[in-house]
């Protein structure tokens, strides 16, 4: 069994291929593809997090933009005259997820590949070393400190 964790709208989803599900309002329009960031990708016995992210892709398609329920708040303070109502609607995305998988297209290694380490770039024997120069910084010029100026 497929699936992967998701972060969107500051709410983690656990999300498989295929699933259609309700997320806070997505800045993208109706029918085009968004990539969602994965936090966890499991394939199977196989779990991918951390370093091995990098080669994981969730994308999914914008079904439509909805509003959530009417939500009522009432204020009320007993024998002082006060009552308020207002109301709030959620703004809302329906999203369909299209694609959930390990993809080089990412730029990273597949999960479970090790890659060897890059070689260092060869010196030249007569080229110059690099100059360090050691400038006075303000850290060593530092103002008194206030034990100072009080004399303790």
């Known amino acids: 069994m497929?699936?992967?964790?998701?972060?969107t709208g500051g709410k983690q989803y656990r999300v498989e291929q295929g699933q259609t599900l309700v997320v806070e309002r997505l800045p993208v329009g109706?029918?085009?593809?968004?990539v969602l960031e994965p936090l966890l990708y499991v394939n199977g016995s196989e779990v991918v997090d951390g370093e091995g992210l990098a080669g994981v892709s969730v994308e999914a398609r914008v079904v439509a933009h909805e509003r959530g329920p009417k939500l009522r708040v009432v204020k009320f303070k007993p024998k002082r005259g006060y009552k308020r109502r207002t109301g709030h609607r959620q703004e809302?995305?329906?999203i369909e997820v299209t694609t959930l998988g390990v993809s080089s297209a990412?730029?990273?290694p597949a999960p479970g590949s090790e890659s060897p380490a890059p070689a260092p770039a060869p010196v030249a024997?007569?080229?110059p070393a690099p100059?360090?120069?050691?400038?006075?910084?303000?850290?060593t010029t530092s103002a008194p400190t206030e034990e100072a100026e009080n004399g303790t």
Request: cysteine-free; hydrophobic content about 35%; charged content about 25%.
């Open 30 to 34: 109706d029918g085009e593809s968004v």
């Open 92 to 94: 809302l995305t329906r």
């Open 106 to 108: 990412r730029g990273g």
């Open 2 to 7: 497929t699936y992967a964790i998701i972060r």
């Open 131 to 139: 100059a360090t120069t050691s400038a006075p910084t303000e850290a």
């Open 125 to 127: 024997a007569d080229a």
